[in-house]
Structures are given as C-alpha cells and as structure tokens.
C-alpha cells in the first residue's frame, strides 16, 4: 500500500490465524497461575504459627491484630515451643502452600537448623515473606568492670587472658554464637558459662559472677536503664533509636559487627507469590502503624519490613555468617 506523505510503501504482515490462536490459549492456560493471589484471599483465618520464645511471641502479637483488622479475617497466633522453634518449623512444613499457615521465626531458628539435625529445612520447604523487626543484641558488662569502650573491654580482656567469662542462654545459642564471634573478631580468650535463658543468667551477671554478655536488648536494657548492668555498644548497622548515645559495635573498632534477634515469617513453599505479596504487605503496614511502633520501641524492637527478595537474601547472609563461627569455634548441639 502506498505511503502518501512519503511516497514510499508500507507492508501489512499478516499473523496466521494459527499462531493467534496458540498464543491466546497460552495467554489462558498462563493467567491462572502468573503468581497472583487469589481475588478473594483470605476467605477463612490465617494461622500464624509461632516458635518458642516470648519475644517472638510479642512481635507476632503485634503484627497479628493489625493483619487481622486489614484483611477482614482473624489471624491466630499458635504458639508451638520446643526445640528451639524445630517443632512450630517441622508444623509449618508439613502444612498446605495457601497462605493460611504460615510461621514466626526468629534468628535462633536459623542457628538450630546450623547445629542440629532437623526433619525440614528452612530454605528448602519455606518461601520467605518478610522480616517483620529487629532488636540488636547489646553488649553489657558487669559496672565493676573496668571498662567503658569496645576497645577498653579488649584490651582488658587480653591482659587477663581466660580470666574473663561471659553468659549465654545456652550452648549453641545465638548468644553463644554471638558472643563467640566477638571473641574470634577481636582475638581475645573469654571463658563461655551457658545459662537456661536470660532469667537463669541475670542474678549472676548482676552479681558480676559473670563479666559481660552479648543478649538481645529487649531482654536486659531494663537492667541498663537502672545502672545495674554497663552498655558498651549495641550490634545493629546503625544507633538505636532507644539509645541514640551508644555506639555500635562496627563504630567502636569491629568492622562487619552486626547481630539482631530478628523476626520474619515464612510460608510452606509453593505459597502462591501473590498471597506472599499480600501477607508482606499487610505486616509492612502493621509495623509502620503508630501504636506499634511504640509497643515495639518499648524493648528496642523496630519494624523492618524487608520485601521477600530482601528476607531471602538476609536468610542467606545469617547462614552464612553463623556456619563459619560454628566451624571456626568448633560449636556443637548438647
């Protein structure tokens, strides 16, 4: 056909019917399963399984109330404690990839899966959804500890070498771990007294039976606030917002530093994408809400609300970051 404003010609090309016709029968059999959520998700109560531990427990709670007002259907919070979280993991698993059972989990999950035997695998049966919030771990020591600085509590500990002890909530735990890889970085001798959790610790490390721990903030910044423990620095990337004056461990001479008793859910996988889209999106704007943000402040908690490629991409760094220092300190599950 002849172009009249440019006198050239202009070819039509014909697609042959056929091959419309198979491209929209792809386009059809396609739709249904691009990873969209379902139109009318949910139709019925989200169980939100949750491992052991009350700080868990209290971020679910958090998240949960607000979930269930914006979605329209009530989100349970079962609570499934042992084995460090295995057993709500082995639960979750097991359960249909719908978005109506999904999992809290915290950093200690990851640490379990690393030191013991277990009938799942977190990165292979789980689609990560989000990591809801954060609390640093807050290296504190006994006020009697002539110590003040990251660097004066090192150069202390290497002119008493294997005079200096530190708590843990138990061998293998993150605290251990934490600790464990403080100890590595700086090249400093510590001696590891493992308690059965925070409240079996506490009376010792008051008493300054115990030099200096590593634990989340959450559980020991009420013993800061009334002088009877000495922050040192907290483990986050950056300051905390509950304690803007205290320095974190990367600023105060050990590079890479980082530790949070972190909080994420993950769903069975094979969860639609699009139902992951949503449950991230509903806990983003749960941690965000005002209310939240000051029950979670409370005990230095913060919201994160990571996208699922951000969490997934997080999985793999705590992996391998806790790998190594089980390796290195020769680690292993009583």
């Keep these: 056909m002849r172009n009249g404003n440019r006198g050239g010609f202009v070819m039509k090309e014909r697609t042959p019917a056929g091959v419309i016709a198979a491209l929209t029968a792809v386009l059809v059999l396609l739709a249904p399963h691009a990873g969209a959520q379902p139109a009318t998700y949910p139709t019925k109560a989200?169980?939100?399984?949750v491992a052991s531990?009350?700080?868990l427990d209290f971020v679910a709670r958090q998240v949960a109330g607000p979930m269930s007002e914006a979605v329209g259907q009530t989100v349970v919070v079962d609570n499934r404690a042992g084995a460090s979280g295995s057993i709500a993991a082995e639960l979750a698993a097991q359960a249909a990839p719908d978005g109506y059972t999904v999992m809290f989990l915290s950093a200690s999950l990851v640490v379990y899966g690393i030191v013991s035997k277990t009938r799942y695998d977190l990165y292979r049966d789980f689609a990560p959804v989000t990591q809801a919030a954060a609390a640093p771990y807050i290296l504190t020591v006994y006020p009697g500890l002539p110590a003040t600085t990251v660097k004066e509590l090192i150069a202390y500990a290497k002119s008493v070498p294997t005079k200096l002890n530190y708590s843990s909530t138990g061998n293998a735990s993150l605290a251990h771990l934490a600790t464990e890889l403080f100890r590595i970085s700086t090249g400093i001798e510590l001696v590891h007294v493992p308690y059965?959790?925070?409240?079996?610790a506490l009376p010792d490390m008051l008493a300054g039976r115990i030099h200096m721990s590593f634990l989340s903030m959450g559980s020991v910044y009420s013993q800061v606030r009334v002088g009877k423990l000495k922050p040192i620095a907290i483990a986050s990337a950056t300051r905390a917002k509950i304690a803007p004056d205290l320095p974190t461990m990367i600023e105060s001479g050990v590079p890479g530093y980082i530790v949070t008793q972190w909080h994420g859910m993950l769903a069975p996988r094979g969860t639609p994408q699009g139902v992951i889209e949503r449950l991230y999106q509903e806990i983003a704007a749960a941690v965000k809400q005002l209310e939240v943000v000051k029950r979670l402040a409370?005990?230095?908690?913060?919201?994160?609300?990571?996208?699922?490629?951000?969490?997934?991409?997080?999985?793999?760094?705590?992996?391998?970051?806790?790998?190594?220092?089980?390796?290195?300190?020769?680690?292993?599950?009583?």
């Design 46 to 49: 989200i169980r939100l399984i």
């Design 298 to 334: 409370l005990d230095g908690t913060e919201g994160v609300a990571s996208s699922p490629r951000e969490f997934a991409a997080h999985l793999r760094n705590e992996r391998e970051q806790w790998t190594k220092v089980v390796q290195l300190a020769n680690i292993r599950a009583e």
């Design 196 to 200: 059965k959790g925070v409240g079996a």
């Design 53 to 55: 531990g009350a700080g």
